[in-house]
C-alpha cells in the first residue's frame, strides 16, 4: 500500500526542487535524490515507489521549474494530491508524467503516514475506509502519463504515423 506524505499550503517550487541545484544538476535520476530537500530533509530517506504527495492550496508556487515535478516523478510519486495547484505547475507536472489531482476533501481528510491508493481511471482515492471521488483524469491525459510525459508520448504518436 502506498503512503501519504502531507505538507500545506503555498509549497512552492523552490522547496520542492531546490534553486540552488537548477543550473548543477541535469540529470532527471539525480533530480529526485534532492526532492523536497529543503521542507523535508527525510523524504528523499522515507519515500517509496506509488507513495502520494499531498499539499494544500497553490501547491507548486513559485518559478517554472520542470524540475519541482520532475524530481517527484522520479522518486516514484505516483500523484500530488492538493486543493489547488499553481497552473504552470499542473501543466509541468503532466508534461513531465507526473499525475496531479485537485480534491479539497481528500487533502482535508487526509494526513502524513496514511495508506491510500489512488485508481487515476477512475477517480477513486481509497484510505482505509474513506473513499473520495475525484476528477477522473481525460484519456489524452492518461496516454501523457502512461507513456512518461509529453515528449515521450509525442514522440511515440509520430513514429506511429
Do not use: W
Amino acid at each position: 500500500m502506498s503512503k501519504v506524505f502531507k505538507y500545506g499550503d503555498d509549497v512552492n517550487t523552490d522547496v520542492i526542487f531546490p534553486g540552488k541545484y537548477t543550473y548543477t544538476v541535469s540529470d532527471p535520476k539525480e533530480m529526485a535524490q534532492y526532492a523536497m530537500e529543503d521542507l523535508d530533509p527525510d523524504f528523499v530517506k522515507n519515500v517509496k515507489a506509488g507513495d502520494v504527495v499531498v499539499g494544500g492550496k497553490n501547491f507548486g508556487c513559485g518559478s517554472s521549474r520542470e524540475q519541482a515535478a520532475t524530481c517527484l516523478r522520479e522518486i516514484g510519486v505516483k500523484a500530488v494530491i492538493a486543493e489547488s495547484f499553481a497552473r504552470i505547475y499542473f501543466r509541468n507536472a503532466i508534461n513531465c508524467g507526473l499525475a496531479v489531482i485537485e480534491s479539497p476533501e481528500a487533502v482535508a481528510a487526509l494526513s502524513s503516514g496514511d495508506e491510500i491508493e489512488v485508481d487515476l481511471t477512475a477517480g477513486i482515492v481509497r484510505s482505509g475506509e474513506r473513499e473520495f471521488k475525484v476528477p477522473a483524469l481525460p484519456p489524452e491525459v492518461m496516454e501523457i502519463l502512461t507513456d512518461g510525459g509529453l515528449i515521450p508520448h509525442t514522440i511515440k504518436k509520430l513514429t506511429a504515423q
